[in-house]
Structures are given as C-alpha cells and as structure tokens.
C-alpha cells in the first residue's frame, strides 16, 4: 500500500474512519498539520491579535507534545513560525514533596527547549484569594496550601468528585496565572482522546450546556482570557507515535508514567466514560472519537439562560439567586469538609467578584 501523500511505501495509519495510510515522514506532518491548522483557521496571531501565551505543561504525553509543537514553532522558518509569546506553566498536582522536588529537577533539564519564563505552579494555589506574581517566587508556588488540597480531596465522598474538583480547579488555576500575569490566551495539551471522555462525563454529570465550550479549540467564556485547546483533533495514540519519532517523549515526567499504571485501578465516572471509548475503539469503532466530539459542537445551552456558574461558566436558570448550576451545586454538596470548601469558594469568588 502507498502513502496517500507520496510514492513512499505506507507504513502507519490515523485513527479516523477514513484509514488513511501514510508513510513515517508524512504521518508526522499529518499529525503536526492538525495543531497548526487548529490555530491558524482561528485567526489566533493574526490580525494583530495578542501573541502572549501562557503554555500549560504536566508532563503527560500530550503535555510533552505540545511543549515539543511549541518549541520546534519558535524555531521554524519565517513563514512557518509560531508567532505567540509563550510563558511556560508546570502545573503540579503531586502532594508528596519529594516527588515535587524530583519534577522540578526532571524540569530544569528540559527547560532549554523554550527560551521563555517557566513558572512552577501547584494546583493548592486555587486556595489564594489575592494571586501574586508567580514570576516573583523562588520555589513553588501554592506548595504553602498543598495539606488544606490534600485535605479537600480526602473529605470527597468519591473519586468521580474528587477528580471533577481537581478539574474545576486546574481550570480556574490557569486563568486566575494567566489574569495576574496580564496574558490573554491559555494553551491546555488535552488530546482528542481526552476531549472525548470529557464530554461523555460532563453529560453525566449534567453539564450539557457547557459541552460545546468545554471541548472546543477556543474557549471565550472566561471574560478576558480564551482558553485554547489546539490538539483537540489529535489522539493520544497519534500523539505518542509522534513523540516516540521525535524523542518528544524524554519530556514525558517520570511521575505521569507510574500514574498511568495507578490510574488503571481507580474506578471514577471520569475512567469509567475514559474505558468505554478505548473499549469500543478497540472493538473496530476507531471513530468513536471523532463521533463524540462532532456531537458536542451540535450541543449548546438554550438562548434563553444568561445567568453562569461561578465554578464552570456554564449558563443556567437561577430562580433563586444562586451562584453554581445544578451539577456543580451537586458536585459540592459530595465535599465532605465544608469549612475548607468555605475557604476554596470564598478565593475563588473574591476574585471573580
């Protein structure tokens, strides 16, 4: 069989129902085609649009290889050049210090692939109600609210809450950084596989309204900074293949490899609807995913609901004055500790308010 690009023998295949076959060099710029072609359709750097960027690594697979598009963009030629001015954010959500300081050794290493700040931020920061420059600090910051995080998640009554807090959190993490830092855009590295399984968890959890938003390239809910999601067409088995070719995978942290065994036995809605689509892509139905997602962008609030939740920007009814939709007003009655709950709450709406 030959490549559908050139004479060369094909070799490899994306998952799409399509079956396209490519050869190793062509599958490589089909993949990377696909993150450039998610910005630039959007018009995101151009037309004088803001280039500041605030790149939020975790050192996941899809982590390393947003960090790699990135790096290789800066250093394109002219005509190909990622034109954004990228700020560089480790967001750890590890609680063991000495896992957190072996992260931050396994950063310094690769650090030189992007000549721009880089800031060490932990997920117990969302507990600051006044942010400060993170720029400014010298170790990690948030690290000082690591045990009320620990505490929070520990008093969830299951791991469906706790890892839907953890994702509530991470994002209003990202946009309260990139708000103090005066940054307009945020890039997260979710995957086209991840994107998926969020939007069968969210309709679960009775987030239907926020669907389309929360699984788009672009996401402008969030008053002055969009959320960009630009590897929302690409799979995690694409994404692998890629970073196994290029040694992208040496910015895999060791931490997210050995997560990745623990995780098999964590049973959570969010596993649960992650399970179902590997089982069914397994099974041959290798456009599961392109399917979900292509459903999402047709799901949307009605006009008629103007009020947003104060946790997940989704649009809602409020009869009575409240601050949080039905699903997140669900989520937190599931936190056992609500005097910790009290003090996440009272942060977070400090600054929204």
């Known amino acids: 069989m030959k490549c559908v690009k050139c004479p060369q023998i094909a070799t490899l295949c994306c998952t799409d129902p399509k079956k396209a076959a490519y050869c190793k060099p062509c599958f490589i710029q089909m993949v990377k085609h696909k993150f450039s072609s998610a910005i630039g359709k959007r018009r995101l750097y151009k037309d004088g649009g803001q280039r500041e960027t605030l790149v939020v690594y975790d050192g996941t697979n899809a982590g390393a290889f947003l960090l790699s598009l990135v790096s290789q963009g800066l ?17 750890l959500k590890e609680t063991d210090k000495a896992v957190i300081d072996s992260i931050k050794k396994e950063v310094e290493h690769i650090k030189e692939c992007i000549a721009a700040p880089w800031l060490y931020v932990h997920i117990a920061a969302v507990f600051e109600s006044n942010i400060s420059d993170p720029q400014t600090s010298s170790d990690i910051y948030g690290v000082d609210h ?11 009554s ?66 002055d900074v969009t959320l960009i999601r630009p590897l929302r067409e690409i799979s995690e088995k694409e994404i692998a293949l890629v970073n196994r070719f290029e040694r992208s995978d040496r910015y895999i942290l060791n931490v997210q490899k050995d997560r990745v ?3 098999d036995d964590d049973q959570s809605l969010q596993s649960v609807s992650r399970d ?46 409240g601050r949080y939709c039905s699903s997140c007003a669900s989520v937190l009655d599931q936190v056992g500790d609500k005097v910790l709950l009290k003090q996440l709450l009272d942060a977070i709406c400090t600054v929204i308010n």
Not at 158 to 163: A, D, E, G, P, Y
Not at 276 to 285: A, Q, V
């Open 75 to 91: 250093r394109a030629d002219a005509h190909k050049r990622l034109t954004l001015v990228p700020t560089v954010m480790v967001l």
């Open 146 to 156: 690591i045990s009320q995080w620990t505490q929070l998640l520990t008093s969830c």
């Open 158 to 223: 299951s791991s469906s809450t706790k890892k839907e807090v953890e994702y509530l959190c991470s994002n209003i993490l990202c946009i309260r950084i990139a708000q103090k830092l005066g940054v307009h855009k945020v890039m997260l590295s979710m995957s086209a596989d991840e994107l998926a399984s969020t939007t069968l968890s969210s309709l679960a959890l009775a987030r239907g309204p926020s669907v389309f938003h929360a699984v788009n390239v672009v996401d402008k809910r969030h008053g």
């Open 261 to 263: 065994k623990a995780d």
């Open 276 to 321: 179902f689509i590997n089982g069914l892509i397994m099974n041959g139905f290798t456009g599961t995913v392109t399917t979900i997602l292509s459903i999402a962008n047709k799901v949307q609030a009605p006009a008629t609901s103007r009020t947003r939740c104060v946790l997940c920007v989704s649009t809602y009814n409020a009869e009575e004055g």
